[in-house]
């Protein structure tokens, strides 16, 4: 680990980023290369923002790989998607263990092919101990799903009006064990949330780089740091300089 650039961070790290890995297909369409060639770019760059990230000193990381829309995609392009995550997952698991990532996933696996499901559940049981890093990958992930979701199961566990409550519905949905995040980033320069943790980032910084995803590197993220730490989380209250 190279700690002289540690040097160059700012004092206040967000404890928990999140991003919205955008851009793949333009930045493949830009180079006249097929949208897969995109998406395999996009991996290679999640390990350098992943290796990042935990030397940033971020604790919890949230990406979104796959939305509950993006099965509406044409089919190709779903199945090299589906293909891309299987490789990924086979080359990248050992690596991110050694390395003391956890990886948790959000969303469903229900519509997911069954070796695929295995191998996500295996990579969580695998990792669940290691605590450098906790890696939340969101995959067939929707954040008004996670809603429906949780207030089915709020009505199974038979819970009573006067129970619910913020903190409850928070503990009902997938992101349960992860604090909200302080920072989402959304690469290509999109404005949009896209039904990206609708609930938890409700107070979030966001962050909106012009780069498509596969060229948002380590210094990158750091840019988006030092922007987030010269922000002024209000929470509705006023200025901290007025207090
Ligand atoms: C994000 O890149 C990756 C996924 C949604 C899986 P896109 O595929 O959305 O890339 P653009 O937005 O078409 O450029
Ligand atoms: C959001 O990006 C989903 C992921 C990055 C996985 P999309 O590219 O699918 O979002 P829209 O369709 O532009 O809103
Ligand atoms: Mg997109």
Known sequence: ???????????????????????NGRWARARGLPRLAGHRAGTENLREILEASAEFGIKYLTIYAFSTENWDRPEAEVTGLMRLFTTMFKRELKNLHENGVQLRHIGKLDRIDTALQQQVNEAVELTKNNDRLILNVAFNYGGRDEIVHAVREIIRDKKKPEEINIELISKYL????????????????????????????????WYFPSAYWPDFGKEELRKALFDYSERDRRFGRVFTGDA
């Not at 909200?180 to 943790?197: K, Q, V, W, Y």
């Open 174 to 205: 997938y992101t349960a064990d992860s604090p909200d995040p302080d920072l989402i980033i959304r690469t290509s320069g999109e404005l949009r949330s896209s039904n990206f943790l609708i609930w938890q980032g409700a107070y979030a910084e």
């Open 1 to 23: 680990m190279n700690t002289d650039t540690n040097k160059n961070l700012p004092e206040k790290i967000p404890q928990h980023v999140a991003i919205i890995m955008d851009g």
